[in-house]
């Protein structure tokens, strides 16, 4: 199975396109002082649309903070699940990654998490009824959970959706991205580590599903030791799954008598 294919539903498409600016956001330019305007009046929107009309030279620590400003302003008015997910996706797209100091921002950061997770439950909601498609769902998933400050939270929340949705592997890469994120211990404690690492492995060794689950593998070897060992012993010869565990059941010395033999064999066929 070839995991992150690009789906082309058009209503997901949206989101990645950018702001539609309207005509007068094209022609006025703004200073400085007349975005402090817009932030004294709240006005979040209006103020997000010019940000840009300050030239680079001038984007200096007060200019961020009417990024942050803008950004949370308008985040906020979505935060109580207001909105289609198309259009609570699509303002948090507007301003990140495309500012990036908003990365320090705690607040952003956390809106932009609780936003985007429930925004995404809808959109996999919405799948069922098929006015939209899960694998775009999925695609757009994947982006959000990989921009970076890494979060352990949103990857767990997005590994529980996917495995919900598709085959149990879809989740190892998410629990892969969650591992690498501050507290990304408790990637090893789980619900989905097992099936998602054991599904995983049975995948062809170059697909991010068979990656990531030798990744967690090798992360949490004392939480799956014992039930990958047991799988391994329902294994028909040169299985995907073999080749996939072999390396690292040897390395750990888990594999005896033929086991031992038939992961030799791997190794001597290269």
């Known amino acids: 199975m070839t995991f992150f294919r690009q789906s082309l539903h058009i209503v997901l498409a949206l989101l990645f396109l950018g702001w539609a600016w309207s005509a007068s956001a094209e022609e006025r330019k703004d200073t400085l002082a007349d975005l402090d305007a817009l932030a004294a009046a709240h006005s979040w929107r209006e103020l997000g649309e010019h940000l ?15 990024v942050e400003q803008a950004a949370i302003g308008e985040l906020t008015s979505y935060a109580n699940a207001a909105g289609s997910f198309v259009d609570r996706l699509n303002v948090i797209a507007r301003y990140y990654p495309i500012y990036p100091s908003l990365a320090q921002s705690e607040n952003f950061i956390e809106l932009r998490a609780k936003i985007g997770l429930s925004a995404f439950r809808q959109c ?13 769902c999925r695609n757009h998933l994947w982006d959000f959970v990989r921009a970076k400050p890494l979060r352990y939270d949103v990857a767990s929340a997005a590994a529980e959706m996917v495995a919900k949705k598709f085959a149990q592997a879809t989740a190892a890469p998410f629990l892969a991205i969650g591992a690498q994120a501050p507290g990304g211990e408790e990637v090893c404690t789980h619900a989905k580590l097992n099936d998602a690492t054991l599904a995983g492995l049975g995948q062809e060794a170059e697909e991010p599903e068979a990656k990531a689950a030798r990744y967690l593998l090798g992360k949490c070897w004392d939480k799956l030791q014992a039930v990958v060992v047991e799988a391994f012993a329902k294994e028909s010869p040169g299985s995907f799954y073999m080749k996939n565990t072999c390396p690292t059941l040897m390395e750990h010395n888990a594999l005896t008598g033929l086991r031992a033999s038939r992961c030799k064999g791997l190794e001597k066929a290269g």
């Open 52 to 66: 840009m009309d300050i030239p680079p030279a001038a984007r200096a620590s007060h200019w961020q903070g009417l």
């Open 124 to 136: 996999f909601e919405a799948a069922d009824t098929s006015r939209v498609s899960a694998e775009a």
